[in-house]
């Protein structure tokens, strides 16, 4: 593994105007894998969904992050919180799926949790010593972006601070758009290879000629800013192609005209546009398979109820497009021969060279602590 992260830093170290992509090994050895669970994945941040998933008191659902089964509820102070998924008396599940309930109750023994992880009820616990305060859920620290949900395994992990991507997607009012979509899948393929695919352009007209290319051809792909944590793109409209809706009022021509992608690393994928917003969240299981969420959000009433049907379907379709050809990668990429390749000029693949950069950053970051 060690001649890994030394690649890695060699690459990123490499010139701007000669990028070159990392070889298969960083995306099939299952030993790296394991390594980044312990660095890059466990102490990053990472997107579970939308705030408006569990508008009301006692909503919730859950996920698996990495080895930790996640709890996400609106309590009954109105606050989202997540929690371990994990009775504290033997390890039981609390809650799968999603849902609304009144409170949290183990399957396994009855013991019963409210949304704020106090152990309320314990069935026929009188041990000596026994004390209920001391058996609450433990809560993972979280924030709320742009009607986001973010959580970190890492208790220490502070950093979250991005202005200029705030100010990249100030005027599409983000966090006003409201859900209209969620949908899980499995995706044999490495996570960092998902990440890589949605943000790069290059792959646009060749992989989606039916579904994105008459909107978002390859050749109209502009790369924006970067920063610490994110990077982002823009795929624009050709002039014969009308806004997709109009939006927040804030917005300006350009803007209505383009789809802003940005990725926050290590793990949400995003497109931004005027009055629809798709985002995905990756779940890595192991080095060959990676769970995604997808959700879609609209701009108020800008759709109609036959317009977010067709998008729906049609981002159905762009996913099913992109799995394809990364399962079939995944496999190709087992190769000896899968060597490290030249990537393509900033506006086409210069989001997978902030991507590279990044990780040999925290990589090194991590290794120092």
């Given at each position: 593994?060690?001649?890994l992260?030394?690649?890695?830093q060699?690459?990123?170290a490499?010139?701007?105007?000669r990028?070159m992509?990392?070889?298969?090994?960083?995306?099939?050895s299952?030993?790296y894998?394991?390594?980044e669970t312990?660095?890059?994945?466990?102490?990053g941040?990472h997107?579970?969904?939308?705030e408006?998933?569990i508008?009301s008191?006692g909503?919730?659902f859950?996920?698996q992050?990495?080895n930790?089964?996640?709890?996400?509820?609106?309590g009954?102070?109105?606050?989202?919180r997540?929690?371990?998924n994990?009775c504290?008396?033997?390890g039981?599940?609390l809650?799968?799926?999603?849902?609304n309930?009144n409170?949290?109750?183990?399957?396994?023994?009855?013991?019963?949790?409210?949304?704020d992880g106090?152990?309320?009820?314990?069935?026929?616990?009188?041990?000596?010593g026994?004390d209920?305060?001391?058996?609450?859920?433990?809560?993972?620290?979280?924030?709320?972006?742009n009607?986001?949900?973010?959580v970190?395994?890492?208790?220490?992990?502070?950093?979250?601070?991005?202005?200029?991507?705030?100010?990249?997607?100030?005027?599409?009012?983000?966090?006003?758009?409201?859900l209209v979509?969620?949908?899980?899948e499995?995706?044999k393929?490495?996570?960092?290879?998902l990440?890589?695919?949605?943000?790069?352009g290059?792959h646009?007209?060749?992989?989606?000629?039916?579904?994105?290319?008459?909107?978002?051809?390859?050749g109209?792909?502009?790369?924006?800013?970067?920063?610490s944590?994110?990077?982002?793109?823009?795929?624009n409209?050709?002039?014969?192609?009308?806004?997709?809706g109009?939006?927040?009022?804030?917005l300006?021509?350009?803007?209505r005209k383009r789809?802003?992608?940005?990725?926050?690393?290590?793990?949400?994928v995003?497109?931004?546009?005027?009055?629809?917003?798709?985002?995905?969240s990756?779940?890595?299981?192991?080095?060959g398979?990676v769970r995604?969420?997808?959700?879609?959000s609209?701009?108020?009433d800008n759709?109609d109820?036959d317009t977010?049907?067709?998008?729906?379907?049609l981002?159905?379709?762009?996913n099913?497009?992109?799995?394809?050809?990364?399962?079939?990668?995944?496999?190709?990429l087992?190769?000896?021969h899968?060597?490290?390749?030249?990537?393509a000029?900033?506006d086409?693949?210069?989001?997978?060279?902030?991507?590279?950069?990044?990780?040999?950053r925290?990589?090194?970051?991590?290794?120092?602590?």
């Open positions: 593994m060690k001649h992260e030394e690649t890695l060699e690459l990123a490499l010139p701007n105007d990028p992509g990392m070889p298969g090994d960083f995306y099939t299952q030993e894998y394991e390594h312990r660095t890059v994945l466990r102490r941040w997107c579970l969904g939308r408006d998933e508008p008191m909503d919730y859950t996920a992050l990495l930790e089964p996640l709890l996400i509820v609106r009954d102070d109105g606050n989202v997540v929690l371990a994990v504290r008396h033997r039981m599940p809650a799968e799926g999603n849902g309930a409170r949290f109750v183990c399957s396994y023994h009855a013991w019963t949790y409210g949304h106090a152990l309320l009820r314990a069935p026929r616990m009188q041990n000596t026994f209920a305060k001391n058996c609450r859920l433990p809560e993972h620290k979280l924030q709320l972006w009607g986001f949900i973010y970190t395994l890492d208790s220490d992990e502070t950093n979250f601070e991005h202005p200029e991507l705030d100010a990249l997607l100030a005027p599409y009012e983000t966090a006003s758009f409201r979509h969620v949908a899980e499995d995706w393929t490495n996570w960092k290879c990440v890589e695919n949605f943000m790069e290059y646009l007209s060749v992989v989606h000629p039916q579904t994105l290319h008459g909107y978002t051809p390859t109209l792909s502009r790369k924006l800013i970067n920063g944590d994110y990077t982002s793109y823009a795929a409209y050709p002039e014969n192609i009308d806004a997709r109009d939006g927040a009022q804030g300006s021509e350009a803007e789809s802003t992608l940005f990725a926050k690393f290590p793990t949400q995003a497109s931004q546009a005027s009055s629809l917003l798709v985002s995905l990756l779940f890595p299981i192991h080095a398979l995604v969420k997808w959700t879609m609209v701009y108020q759709l109820d977010i049907a067709q998008r729906i379907a981002w159905s379709e762009v099913r497009e992109d799995r394809e050809k990364l399962e079939k990668m995944q496999i190709a087992g190769s000896a899968a060597t490290s390749g030249p990537l000029e900033d086409y693949e210069g989001t997978i060279r902030d991507f590279q950069v990044w990780l040999a925290r990589n090194a970051e991590l290794a120092s602590i």
